[in-house]
Nanobody, 114 residues
């Protein structure tokens, strides 16, 4: 059974940084495309970032230049480094993996507020 567990969320002030982690168990992620999405209160879930099995990345325009997705296959972990955070980045952030199936974590809450 493939499980994804996100961590690293919290409450920070505008302009600060957070690093989210997504640890995967039950399968090696080396062949998986991995990604992050987010869902703000009252809004639909939206794409944030994606990293292919080969390490190619792409980002939503709203986070480009501020967020960086990376992966450590040896640790079966995907990261999302978030810099220059804004109040509009407030959301629950979800990790997803695309391998034989599509897998989602339970999310980690990020709140940006002064």
């Amino acid at each position: 059974q493939v499980q994804l567990v996100e961590s690293g969320g919290g409450l920070v002030q505008p302009g600060e940084s957070l690093r989210l982690s997504c640890v995967v168990s039950g399968s090696a992620i080396s062949s998986y495309a991995m990604g992050w999405s987010r869902q703000a209160p009252g809004k639909q879930r939206e794409f944030v970032a994606h990293i292919s099995s080969r390490g190619s990345t792409n980002y939503a325009d709203s986070v480009k230049g501020r967020f960086t997705i990376s992966r450590d296959n040896a640790k079966n972990t995907v990261y999302l480094q978030m810099n220059s955070l804004k109040p509009e980045d407030t959301a629950v952030y979800y990790c997803n993996g695309n391998g034989p199936g599509v897998y989602w974590g339970q999310g980690t809450e990020v709140t940006i507020s002064s």
